[in-house]
């Protein structure tokens, strides 16, 4: 593998806003349900998403972490959404407008392809959501972001299949939520994020006792709890 070198232009800050109150937010989350005080690698997680490095260098510096802790494990690779996101919205702007038409992109892509989650899309559709001043809703996400009734988008209707044939379960209580998501095949692909994806839009802005219960009724309340303060953060 090949070294892609980006430069990028001197810049005190190069983290959104947003991220950096996210990645506090789903490390405290984490935290709170695990041994592990995530909370102390708050410093070292600004550092990687605010440095001007090249992007593959903060996706090595952002695994060092993760290699060195790991206690946090389960996080990896939405945290990697995280630092693509970052890139999108700040670290692209220090670079040519049409950089992500570039062969030097695509071959980045290509290396890539293996890493992250459908968290990706989920912030991405917030992001628009704020842009456009949308309510976000898991039928405006699926059909109207995602296209999953369309031919060309099939790919997509297969990861998310489990979630359109529960889309009800927005209407249900948090508990039948819960087990809907440990019926999942453990192969499928969406399984990881059904829970806290599913729990945000039926209650994008939960009070503490709600966001209690949903922790209650988690399987896996250090992840599910992290993933669903960073839906709630960029919402």
Same mark, same amino acid.
Request: glycine share 2%; aromatic share 12%.
């Given at each position: ?18 991220i ?6 789903? @490390?405290?989350a ?6 592990? =005080?995530?909370?102390? $690698?708050?410093?070292e ?27 946090? *494990?389960?996080?990896?690779?939405i ?17 040519? *407008?049409?950089?992500? =038409?570039?062969? *030097? ?12 989650? *459908?968290? $990706? ?20 996400? @699926? ?35 819960s ?13 990881? @994020? ?18 209690g ?14 993933v @669903?303060?960073?839906? $709630?953060?960029?919402?």
């Amino acid at each position: 593998m090949y070294s892609i070198t980006i430069t990028f232009l001197k810049h005190k800050n190069m983290i959104d806003p947003k991220i950096e109150s996210a990645i506090e937010a789903a @490390l405290s989350a984490f935290s709170e349900f695990n041994d592990f =005080d995530a909370t102390t $690698l708050v410093p070292e997680f600004n550092n990687v998403f605010a440095s001007d490095a090249d992007f593959l260098s903060k996706v090595d510096a952002l695994d060092t972490i993760f290699d060195d802790n790991s206690g946090i *494990e389960v996080l990896r690779e939405i945290f990697f959404d995280m630092v693509l996101i970052n890139f999108f919205s700040e670290d692209v702007k220090k670079l040519e *407008e049409d950089y992500l =038409d570039t062969p *030097e992109w695509e071959s980045i892509e290509e290396q890539t392809l293996d890493r992250g989650t *459908e968290l $990706l899309n989920l912030l991405l559709y917030l992001n628009e959501c704020d842009d456009e001043s949308i309510e976000p809703s898991l039928e405006d996400y @699926l059909k109207e972001f995602l296209l999953v009734d369309e031919d060309e988008f099939q790919d997509e209707y297969y990861i998310y299949e489990p979630v359109i044939e529960n889309q009800a379960l927005i209407e249900s209580p948090v508990e039948e939520i819960s087990q809907a998501a440990q019926d999942l095949p453990e192969d499928t692909e969406i399984a990881a @994020l059904f829970y806290p994806m599913m729990c945000f839009f039926q209650n994008p802005e939960p009070t503490d006792e709600e966001w209690g219960e949903i922790a209650d009724y988690s399987v896996e309340p250090d992840f599910d709890m992290a993933v @669903l303060e960073i839906l $709630l953060t960029f919402n």
